[in-house]
């Protein structure tokens, strides 16, 4: 699986920005799409999440209520939206899957195959 991720940008505190995720590639494999971050100086961490043949979606602490996931099966793209958003969440953001049979927990980063380039989100105050 390739991923294409873009829709970073530049953005003021209380803005909103839309990720995509695009999936090319052996996309029937696709177990579970994520979001990942990583800001100035700081681990990589789970942002948001969803199992590929399901609806439900699911958030970190950080970002729920404010960012939205989802998904265009016709295109095999995933969607981050962004709203009321924070200095805090200036980081560049991952796309990145996760295979079948692989564990199910989505904040597991070890477990995903695939990544995204990352792009980079800012938010100024």
């Known amino acids: 699986v390739q991923l294409q991720a873009s829709g970073g940008g530049l953005v003021q505190a209380g803005g909103s920005l839309r990720l995509s995720c695009a999936a090319s590639g052996r996309t029937a494999n696709i177990y579970a799409m994520s979001w990942f971050r990583r800001a100035p100086g700081k681990e990589r961490e789970f942002v948001a999440g969803m199992y590929w043949t399901s609806d439900s979606a699911y958030y970190s602490d950080s970002v729920k209520g404010r960012f939205i996931i989802s998904r265009e099966h016709a295109k095999n793209t995933q969607y981050l939206q962004m709203a009321s958003l924070k200095p805090e969440d200036t980081a560049i953001y991952y796309c990145?899957?996760?295979?079948?049979?692989?564990?199910?927990?989505?904040?597991?980063?070890?477990?995903?195959?695939?990544w995204g380039q990352g792009t980079l989100v800012t938010v100024s105050s």
């Open positions: 990145a899957t996760k295979r079948r049979f692989t564990p199910s927990d989505l904040a597991q980063e070890t477990t995903y195959s695939a």
